[in-house]
């Protein structure tokens, strides 16, 4: 009598029929929309209509279509410290660095070349007649031929930053500085500068001891500053100040002021406003940014308004469902991906969850109640409608669709499996925790046998518990978390950091680890072997449970298996596991951190640091068929004897409903290894008796209405 693992290597070399269809290199993957990340801090929009970002960390971006789209305008640039932006009435666009000084493009962005000033400002202005101004420390520089030479007599004070500059119709200039706020005693310098002989002298217009930093003019020459969190106005020479609250008692502080189609705009913590120069009121044109910190907004000539956030890009507010949505700048790196039971798609980042948006290619976070925590993974649960999401702030879960996350349990969060409706292990930075009430109430598990270190993966096989421990290999548990041994002792696994495992339809389990690529077991972990086709690999992610499916004739048609990596992209298996290629057509050199698939459509989603991948089709062809076995059966246990577990395998030749029970010699029950519902095939099951004590003891199988009982001895 064959063991369970030649057992399974002899179906796998003769019952398994090869598709030609179905192989690697008919693969390949797309790049979709994704969420996005960005520290924009400046924004305009050019005369056709482009919207042009400035990130603080990776430069200059532009959108042709309405923000859904972005390409890096960097050409020429020091993308790292631009920090402002504006266009002449040509269409010249000068940038400003607070390190190299100022920039120029003639061609909307497409290259740029430096300007001969090349020390850092903070602000840039340009003038109609091509005069531009930049703003220094200390000084507003002046050139009149393009950037090609700076006259830099335009001193305003002694040594405050100049953080600001405006020009009003009449072509007087105006700057407002820092001021300076001594640990003890009084602030000094800061205020708001006029000039009417561009720059060669300044006047101060009040607010000293106020830093001043930002400041626009409409074409009645009224002029708004912002100071100490509220907005002011005031007349060209007056050193009178009023401040401009009507309609804005609750917009809470003012961030930014500037010009757009529909007026003069103040950027408020809780919304964009409109100043009605008519009845001298603002008025709210969109609510808050709802979950992130806003810098910047601008509006295009058709009313569209957009926001640039200080860590989440750029979002455009869509009027008709009165909501802000994300759109760009730069590709966020994914996590995870999850689909619910709706088929709703959910990504996780390094700073919270996000959904897409009803306007195409935008995104909506979905982080209420998480704020921004790494997202290691999101996962349906297996007895109820709730989506769990695994974070660096915890476990939680929503039941409303993403709109709020429940917390369940406050600590670091890898993994969860639920054993019952009510019982759940999740595998955290301290190791396994156990709730009995479905996550209401948590607690350590006071387990024997598994190490006191980070548990990174759970999960449920056969009736056993599996845990993956960093730096320390895999355990198992046959009793429901009490008890754990070391598997793979005799190989290298013990020795690994396995940082995931799972299982597939034939019962084999998949141990990824982080440089030593995979090891697989078709007996329950009494003995692995390495798949040479990964085997210096950092294994991330394993996808091998795509349902299989039934043939007219009661024949089981297999999928296909993937298995992600950090370092070497996707592989794939045809035959459910014997061999494996790459499958990287279309993806990135880049980490793919997670590995999901659309129930509904059939598609592979690939969570990667450059965003998400999707294979261009579903994977629907058959990768494999495994036939039924024709009877029903029951193998000898293997090893027999043994001590202290073996492993049981039997034959199914329909769907049944399995019991697989274990008695002591006058008949008591001492265990129930298998009470459910199975598809045909081969099955296993592992038996620990390590609390039993030596002596004969038998397995029953019942399947419907076959029944056979076979003996084994316990030898301690």
């Known amino acids: 009598m064959k063991g369970p693992a030649q057992l399974s290597a002899v179906l796998l070399s003769s019952l398994v029929v090869f598709s030609l269809s179905a192989n690697a290199q008919s693969i390949a993957w797309s790049r979709v929309s994704t969420p996005y990340s960005g520290a924009i801090i400046q924004m305009m929009i050019d005369q056709a209509g482009d919207i042009f970002a400035v990130d603080q960390f990776s430069g200059l971006y532009r959108s042709s279509d309405n923000g859904v789209s972005w390409i890096s305008a960097n050409s020429g640039l020091d993308p790292e410290y631009l920090n402002s932006m504006v266009f002449d009435s040509s269409g010249t666009i000068y940038a400003g660095s607070s390190t190299s000084g100022v920039y120029k493009s003639t061609d909307r962005g497409n290259s740029w070349s430096s300007t001969s000033w090349s020390t850092g400002v903070n602000a840039v202005l340009a003038l109609p007649g091509g005069s531009v101004y930049a703003a220094g420390t200390s000084i507003v520089i002046h050139s009149g031929d393009g950037g090609r030479t700076w006259d830099t007599s335009r001193v305003v004070s002694d040594v405050e930053n100049v953080l600001s500059l405006a020009y009003d119709e009449s072509g007087n200039l105006y700057a407002g500085l820092e001021a300076y706020a001594p640990r003890y005693g009084t602030p000094y310098g800061g205020g708001i500068y006029s000039s009417s002989d561009g720059g060669k002298t300044w006047l101060r217009l009040g607010m000293y001891q106020s830093s001043v930093p930002s400041i626009v003019t409409d074409t009645s020459g009224t002029i708004f500053i912002i100071v100490g969190g ?160 695994c974070t660096s702030g915890g476990l939680f879960y929503t039941t409303n669709g993403g709109e709020y996350w429940v917390p369940s349990l406050a600590m670091n969060t890898y993994d969860f499996v639920q054993l019952s409706t009510l019982d759940i292990f999740a595998a955290t930075a301290g190791g396994i925790q156990v709730s009995d009430d479905g996550g209401s109430v948590w607690n350590p598990l006071e387990e024997v046998g598994l190490p006191v270190t980070a548990i990174y993966s759970v999960l449920l096989a056969g009736g056993q518990i599996f845990a993956s421990a960093s730096n320390d290999g895999l355990f198992v548990s046959t009793d429901q978390g009490n008890y754990w041994e070391e598997e793979g002792i005799n190989t290298p696994l013990i020795f690994s950091h396995v940082s995931v495992v799972g299982s597939d339809m034939l019962n084999h389990l998949y141990a990824g680890t982080d440089g030593q690529g995979v090891y697989v077991s078709n007996d329950y972990g009494q003995s692995w072997s390495q798949l040479e086709q990964m085997d210096s690999s950092r294994i991330s992610c394993l996808l091998l449970n795509l349902p299989a499916q039934i043939g007219s004739n009661g024949e089981i048609k297999w999928n296909k298996l993937f298995i992600g990596t950090l370092d070497a992209g996707v592989f794939v298996s045809t035959d459910m596991g014997s061999t494996w290629s790459a499958c990287n057509n279309g993806l990135p050199i880049a980490a793919v951190n997670g590995l999901v698939a ?119």
């Open 598 to 716: 659309a129930d509904s459509a059939g598609y592979i989603y690939a969570a990667t640091d450059s965003g998400i991948y999707r294979t261009d089709g579903p994977i629907t062809g058959v990768a494999g068929r495994v036939p039924t076995p024709s009877d029903f059966s029951l193998e000898q246990n293997f090893p027999n004897p043994f001590n202290p577990s073996t492993v049981i395998s039997y034959k199914l030749s329909a769907v049944s409903d399995v019991s697989l029970k274990v008695y002591d010699v006058i008949g008591r029950e001492v265990r129930t290894l298998v009470n459910a519902r199975q598809n045909p095939g081969i099955h296993s099951v592992k038996f620990d008796a390590r609390k039993l004590p030596s002596g004969v003891y038998f397995y029953r199988l019942q399947a419907g209405e076959f029944t056979s009982t076979k003996k084994m001895v316990l030898a301690k």
């Open 230 to 389: 509220n907005i002011f106005t005031g007349s060209p020479g007056s050193s009178v100040w009023t401040a401009s609250f009507s309609g804005l008692a609750d917009a809470g502080s003012p961030i930014l002021l500037s010009q757009s189609p529909l007026g003069i705009m103040a950027l408020m913590q809780f919304g964009v406003y409109v100043y009605d120069a008519v009845h001298t009121t603002w008025k709210q044109i969109t609510p808050t940014v709802s979950g992130s910190t806003v810098t910047q907004a601008c509006v295009n000539k058709n009313g569209v308004a957009y926001a640039g956030t200080e860590r989440d890009g750029v979002f455009r507010y869509d009027s008709s469902s009165a909501a802000w949505y994300q759109c760009g700048v730069t590709s966020s790196g994914a996590t995870s991906i999850a689909f619910d039971a709706s088929g709703k798609m959910y990504v996780g980042t390094q700073s919270g969850i996000y959904c897409p948006a009803p306007v195409r290619g935008a995104w909506i976070r979905a982080s209420a109640g998480l704020d921004r925590p790494a997202v290691y993974s999101i996962k349906q649960s297996t007895f109820s409608s709730r989506l769990f999401a």
